[in-house]
């Protein structure tokens, strides 16, 4: 009877708000310190029984805080962030432990990593920091910055996630408390030197929100 009425209560479509930490790797990591990520999404769900196989559309908004030593190495007042907007695949694990479950999440989308600072900070010394990278700034063989900085940047790039969660719900309504991880990897090919590796973008979020 339990199963037949799980299988009956059939909710077609699915919402998602959520907010937390997040932490970077790569030069992610190496420029940023402590960062707080927000994240909302609408869905659907393709199978009745135990809403097993779905998806949705999401959007994030990650800070990108530059670190102290950052800040005071050539990029003083320097502010960044990313969005993206993302199109996932949702499974959902048809057991349950009371009223705990489990889901696995991935899924492609594009990443927009805007940075900014004031203008005459960048036009102060042509020598060449790390997180000049980000700026898309050049450098010739004595190091030295080789093309016009400018004070704000946006790279657009395409990219995939991965993730997993737990949920709980609450009472017999269909609202769920979650906790979520995420791994996001942004194509975004930095290269500061001629003959580099080029380098992505990677962020991987922890949420704790409510899915519905």
Do not use: C
Request: glycine residues 12%; charged residues 15%.
């Amino acid at each position: 009877m339990a199963t037949v009425a799980a299988q009956s209560t059939f909710n077609r479509y699915t919402f998602n708000v959520g907010a937390g930490p997040g932490i970077g790797k790569g030069d992610v990591a190496d420029f940023v310190g402590n960062s707080l990520q927000f994240n909302a999404g609408a869905g659907i769900n393709f199978t009745r029984f135990h809403h097993m196989f779905g998806a949705d559309a999401e959007y994030m908004h990650y800070s990108l805080g530059f670190k102290s030593s950052i800040l005071n190495n050539g990029l003083a007042d320097a502010k960044a962030h990313m969005q993206s907007l993302s199109l996932d695949g949702i499974v959902n694990v048809p057991r349950h432990l009371g009223r705990f479950g489990a889901y696995g999440i991935f899924g492609i989308g594009f990443y927009d990593r805007h940075v900014s600072m004031p203008l005459h900070n960048l036009y102060q010394s042509t020598t060449y920091y790390p997180a000049y990278v980000w700026w898309d700034v050049k450098v010739n063989s004595l190091g030295e910055v080789v093309d016009q900085p400018i004070s704000s940047h946006t790279k657009l790039a395409a990219g995939d996630n991965y993730g997993g969660g737990l949920t709980y719900r609450l009472g017999d309504s269909r609202v769920k408390l979650y906790l979520e991880y995420r791994h996001h990897k942004a194509y975004t090919h930095d290269i500061a030197n001629l003959g580099a590796s080029p380098v992505k973008t990677v962020v991987v979020p922890f949420t704790l929100g409510l899915r519905w």
